[in-house]
């Protein structure tokens, strides 16, 4: 389970006095040489925790050495930056995004609205519209306030379908319908002009989700909703991965739209390495020969501390930090001639 891993990683931090001296909190040591910010032709980004950047020596140094950018893996999700009405916490979120100043990464703010990981103050409570309007902008205000100019693209939505394709159905799509997607979107806009500001979904490279996907993203463009960019997020297995031509596709129907895309949480589970290293190739070749890609993000540094159990093994790195297959599959084709 990710918890019992993130308590581990405390523990293991305490027990070995890391740079903190213990202390959870603090910055993160910059104890490795960083990649150079230029040294792909699109970002390639790992998912970040910053109790694990200070916990394990391996995680941090093949975060700080490999990737380009950065996406706070939970910190700056409602029941961490927000959790009682109106008083936030960004001492996470803050670590990370000087993390990312000090080490040169791009910053991919990760969700302004889902509905995973939110505060009990908002779940268990009966809403009136007006009323969770005004709370949903500002909590996305303060964030993208606060970190204006450092966050290059928010995910402003993220998993707005069921499995379906309808509508999840969310304390959001419940209590304000379908517009609250709209009404996010305008909302992140005013806050930080120059942001990307992105969808975001899961299982929604191939089937009936994707077209559900793409149907919305057309409908919140017809509506002139201030969006930039697509996030497809790829999570995958080496027997349900989405081809080449698959991704290729969704990057020039996005494209059509005259929007960016990106992959934006990438791992590959249940398969063995070169296979994993195949699919992993394909979606860093897809977003190299896209015009509109922004990068490409992996959901984790080491398999030790992915979301996944660590036997699916489905990050670039083992559970050591050691390099799989997988990560020249990943860099070579984003690497600059
Ligand atoms: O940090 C708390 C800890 O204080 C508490 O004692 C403990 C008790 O359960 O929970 C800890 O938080 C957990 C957190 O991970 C850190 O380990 C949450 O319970 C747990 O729900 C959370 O899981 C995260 C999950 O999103 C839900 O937010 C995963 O780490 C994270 O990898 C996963 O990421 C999502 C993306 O945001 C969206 N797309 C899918 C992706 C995978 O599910």
Not at 6 to 18: K, M, N, Q, T
Not at 80 to 106: C, N, S
Not at 195 to 215: H, V, W
Not at 268 to 297: I, M, S, W
Request: glycine share 10%; with cysteine.
């Amino acid at each position: 389970m990710p918890a019992a891993r993130y308590l581990v990683a405390i523990l293991v931090a305490g027990a070995a006095g890391c740079g903190n001296g213990g202390d959870p909190g603090g910055a993160i040591d910059v104890d490795a040489k960083p990649v150079a910010r230029d040294a792909y032709a699109k970002p390639i980004g790992a998912a970040a925790d910053p109790g694990y950047a200070r916990a394990d020596d391996a995680y941090r140094h093949r975060l700080i050495e490999t990737f380009t950018s950065i996406t706070p893996e939970n910190a700056m999700k409602w029941a961490v930056v927000h959790p009682a009405e109106g008083r936030f916490e960004f001492d996470d979120a803050d670590a990370l995004v000087d993390f990312a100043r000090r080490t040169g990464k791009r910053v991919r703010g990760h969700p302004l609205v889902w509905d995973v990981q939110l505060p009990e103050w908002l779940t268990e409570r009966d809403w009136r519209p007006a009323q969770l309007r005004r709370v949903l902008a500002r909590h996305i205000r303060a964030l993208v306030h606060r970190y204006r100019g450092r966050v290059d693209e928010w995910d402003v939505v993220n998993e707005p379908l069921a499995d379906d394709g309808g509508f999840a159905k969310n304390v959001w799509f419940r209590t304000l319908g379908p517009a609250y997607v709209a009404y996010a979107f305008r909302v992140a806009r005013r806050a930080d002009p120059s942001a990307r500001l992105f969808i975001n979904e899961i299982d929604a490279e191939t089937g009936r989700k994707s077209l559900a996907y793409l149907r919305l993203v057309v409908e919140l463009k017809r509506r002139g909703v201030p969006i930039d960019g697509v996030g497809f997020q790829n999570h995958t297995t080496g027997k349900d991965a989405a081809g080449p031509a698959r991704l290729r596709a969704l990057f020039t129907a996005v494209g059509r739209l005259g929007l960016a895309g990106a992959i934006t949480e990438m791992d590959v589970g249940a398969t063995e390495e070169g296979r994993q290293a195949r699919v992993y190739r394909d979606a860093a070749e897809a977003c190299a020969a896209a015009a509109n890609c922004t990068g490409l993000t992996v959901w984790g540094v080491t398999d030790r501390f992915s979301w996944l159990e660590p036997q699916s093994r489905a990050l670039p790195f083992d559970e050591g930090g050691e390099p799989k297959p997988a990560l020249r599959a990943l860099v070579e084709p984003l690497r600059r001639r």
